[in-house]
């Protein structure tokens, strides 16, 4: 099946600052990317839907300028958690669509102090 | 927006017994239902999937059933092994196509007692 790579697998940061996550499809290109969030033992929560070329589509509750979205390659999108607090702290997943399904990237557990 | 309903969060069965878990969707345009697995730690895998089209699909020891009318699916295991222990999460989506969202359920922690 497809690949979809996300970078890095886990990361720890200090309150205030910013946290860049990437997301590559390696062996399709995707016009669309989705960014999931999931706390232990809960489901998986989109966040947002990234859009190769134009502005991604946030889900209702979830702050487009905390949570900032860019996919500017058919095969990589970024998730940049900007002022980051311990209440973002999380794990959070990306996946691309090739045909009718859906693969997931490894995910990101982010750790804010 | 669609919401999906998934029942029960936590199963529990004897190694080679059958394990069903249940889903519900609210939004009759869905027509793509996939089904995902997800170990401790790890990415969700895809493990069945079944369109609108199609009632029923069986794949070895997991099969997965579509009831349009009712607006709800279910995955099957059968002859349950260790290896099935994981959560496992129930999804719909509006579209066979890549640029469409997946809306998931609330996910089965399924474990299988040796």
């Known amino acids: 099946g497809a690949v979809v790579s996300q970078h890095p697998s886990w990361v720890i940061c200090k309150s205030g600052t910013s946290v860049k996550i990437e997301c590559r499809s390696l062996?399709?290109?995707?016009?669309?990317m989705f960014w999931y969030r999931q706390f232990p033992k809960q489901s998986l929560m989109l966040m947002a839907t990234?859009?190769?070329?134009?502005?991604?589509?946030?889900e209702q509750g979830v702050e487009k300028d905390k949570f900032l979205i860019n996919h500017a390659s058919l095969t990589l999108s970024t998730l940049t958690v900007t002022s980051a607090h311990p209440e973002d702290s999380s794990f959070y997943i990306c996946?691309?669509?090739?045909?009718?399904?859906?693969?997931f990237g490894q995910g990101t557990r982010l750790t804010v102090v | 927006g669609e919401n999906v309903e998934q029942h029960p969060s936590t199963l529990s069965v004897q190694e080679g017994d059958s394990a069903v878990i249940k889903c519900t969707y609210s939004?009759?345009?869905?027509?793509?239902f996939p089904w995902y697995k997800q170990e401790l730690g790890k990415r969700p895998q895809l493990i069945i999937d079944?369109?609108?089209?199609?009632g029923e699909k069986k794949d070895q020891r997991i099969a997965v059933t579509l009831n349009k009318t009712a607006k709800h699916f279910s995955l099957h295991i059968t002859e349950t092994q260790p290896e099935d222990s994981a959560v496992y999460f129930c999804?719909?989506?509006?579209?066979?196509?890549?640029?469409?969202?997946?809306?998931f359920g609330t996910g089965t922690r399924l474990t299988i007692i040796p």
């Open positions: 996946s691309a669509r090739q045909g009718t399904e859906a693969f």
């Open positions: 062996d399709f290109q995707a016009t669309t």
């Open positions: 990234s859009n190769e070329g134009s502005k991604a589509t946030y």
């Open positions: 939004d009759s345009a869905s027509n793509y």
């Open positions: 079944i369109r609108s089209n199609v």
């Open positions: 999804a719909a989506s509006i579209s066979n196509f890549g640029n469409e969202k997946l809306t």
